[in-house]
């Protein structure tokens, strides 16, 4: 599912608390003069934005008690033809390729159907299949490089060259040394192998060992388990929380608890595959409304009450609605304050993942709820990842009580995963009090705060150079577009030429004209770093002409949506 063409912007003012009502799907005919065509222009546009900045206080500033500025500009019309363009030629060569391989005449390395089995069900998907080999292949080794150190600011990374395409890699034995991390989720620096969370762990690995060998309901639960566990609760503001033993598993194992036959899932189009995952193998309704889109949110719950379930029109058991705190590929962050107005309004539940907020967003590292100033009580499953912030592995839930006895129960993960490495668990423990001050320093919330910095300055830098840049301006995810398929590869190497990692990400990872580089700043990131870093990268853009930006942001405030509610289940 692809973003909608025109490009918008959002600016929220200061407004008063979070018990305003909910915004009117009326709201979007203050915009419609303008926006919808991208083309606004000079005074004519500065005079609709101040137009449309009063009209959106009026109505939506009383939920939000700071600015909100979030940014998704246009992708060029030009530069959508020819990347359109770009994966046509591909595909045509594709094509001749595998004409080629057919008859012998160019080595054939990808997995095929073996002759007594051309009858059966195949087992590799024709397309899927040949995207990879003519495709994804080409630029492999942009991917999977493997590092050897700490995954710190700097890593350092061994190097391998390929004599067949990147269908096979050999190492060279040499080690590129102190590469700048620009990829990794270390937001607070906190994945390092010196220091006081390191010195803890390794105390509790001598006294514990590094594995349990069983689960919490047998013989895996720990002292140290129900201490973390204790200490979540604590730092998210909930009545209970509960640790797992892997972050994907958190959502894909335990939306299928909550939820079954008869109930209904009200996704975000961006939601991770975790989500999406847990969504489907709930059994439950699903329907997606389109990303950050309060008006398609609240269309869907009217819809859903009005209606009720198809055929029988009975009403819903439950109504859950799954939301990020930060979208991974996007940079965004939810529009929070908006969406409990509309969980309250219509009596549904919200499902808050906090993977990439939690440790990144708010004053004192607490997520996207206090980042918003809200009150934890008003989100009903609060979930989040100990991988990226806390510099671990695992994830959580919060909530109620009565939700996590609940869980412990009836979650898989919960009764069948082994439990939490008892050094993984010291590292999150050690490293979490660290952010609430509770180790006697205040370095915990220097890195909260070096992080802010480091991402304004960062993403205001790449802006001021002509990129286009995704996302919300407190988002330490930074998506860098790309767009063109021979540009993923190009961007990659030459970043690394120039000693800087970074990740590129391209379809289906993301739709087919929007593939980007996605920047993953840390507080750990020195000043003098991330100029290296921006001096690299503003040298490549010039090389690889990817200043795309024209700074002609439509300042459209509620992005616009089709009439379609996309259904993937409907019993």
């Not at 180790?439 to 790449?462: H, M, P």
Request: aromatic share 10%; with cysteine; charged share 25%.
């Amino acid at each position: 599912m692809t973003r909608p063409p025109s490009a918008w912007d959002t600016v929220i003012s200061l407004g008063g608390g979070p018990e305003a009502p909910p915004p009117r799907s009326g709201r979007r005919r203050h915009f419609q003069g303008f926006g919808g065509s991208g083309h606004a222009r000079g005074d004519v546009a500065a005079r609709d934005w101040r137009r449309a900045r009063i009209h959106h206080i009026a109505h939506n500033g009383g939920l939000y008690k700071r600015p909100f500025n979030e940014a998704f500009e246009e992708t060029p019309m030009l530069v959508a033809v020819l990347t359109y363009v770009g994966y046509g030629v591909l595909t045509l060569f594709g094509y001749l390729r595998d004409f080629l391989r057919q008859w012998k005449i160019e080595k054939c390395h990808h997995a095929t159907e073996r002759e007594e089995q051309k009858d059966f069900v195949p087992l590799y998907q024709d397309f899927e299949n040949f995207y990879t080999r003519n495709l994804y292949m080409r630029i492999r080794d942009s991917w999977n490089r493997p590092i050897c150190s700490v995954p710190g600011a700097k890593v350092d990374m061994m190097e391998r060259v390929s004599h067949d395409y990147n269908w096979t890699f050999m190492y060279t034995g040499r080690v590129i040394k102190d590469v700048i991390n620009m990829g990794s989720y270390n937001y607070l620096g906190f994945a390092q192998n010196t220091g006081i969370c390191q010195e803890a762990a390794a105390k509790v690995l001598s006294r514990y060992g590094a594995g349990v060998c069983s689960t919490r309901q047998e013989m895996g639960n720990l002292d140290k388990h129900e201490d973390l566990e204790k200490l979540v609760a604590r730092f998210l503001g909930v009545e209970s929380a509960m640790a797992y033993g892997m972050g994907f598993a958190t959502n894909s194992m335990n939306i299928p608890a909550l939820v079954g036959k008869g109930c209904l899932i009200l996704s975000d189009e961006l939601n991770h595959a975790s989500l999406v995952l847990g969504a489907r193998l709930s059994g439950a309704t699903i329907r997606i409304f389109k990303h950050n889109n309060m008006q398609s949110l609240e269309k869907l719950l009217k819809d859903a009450i009005v209606h009720g379930q198809p055929r029988t029109r009975r009403p819903w058991k439950k109504i859950l609605i799954l939301v990020e705190g930060i979208y991974s590929m996007e940079g965004s962050i939810v529009r929070l304050p908006e969406v409990i107005a509309l969980k309250k309004k219509y009596k549904s539940y919200l499902y808050l993942d906090e993977a990439h907020s939690i440790g990144a967003l708010g004053p004192t590292g607490r997520g996207v709820v206090e980042y918003f100033g809200l009150n934890p009580e008003d989100v009903d499953i609060m979930m989040g990842t100990f991988t990226k912030s806390f510099g671990a592995a695992g994830g959580y839930i919060g909530g109620k009580k009565e939700l996590i006895d609940y869980l412990r129960t009836y979650s898989h993960s919960a009764v069948y995963a082994t439990s939490l490495s008892p050094p993984v668990v010291e590292q999150i423990i050690t490293s979490m009090k660290c952010i609430m001050g509770e180790d006697g320093t205040i370095s915990g919330k220097e890195c909260v705060q070096q992080l802010a910095e480091n991402t304004r300055y960062f993403r205001r830098q790449l802006k001021k150079m002509g990129f286009i840049i995704y996302g919300n301006e407190d988002s330490p995810v930074v998506p860098l577009m790309l767009y063109m398929p021979a540009k993923i590869g190009a961007f990659g190497r030459e970043m690394l030429k120039r000693n800087i990692g970074v990740v590129v990400v391209g379809f289906p990872a993301t739709p087919i004209i929007e593939s980007r580089a996605r920047f993953c700043v840390s507080a750990a990131h020195t000043k003098e770093m991330l100029d290296t870093a921006l001096k690299e990268i503003n040298e490549v853009g010039d090389l690889l002409q990817l200043k795309y930006s024209r700074h002609r942001l439509v300042p459209l405030l509620d992005r616009p949506f089709d009439e379609t509610t996309y259904e993937e289940t409907e019993d």
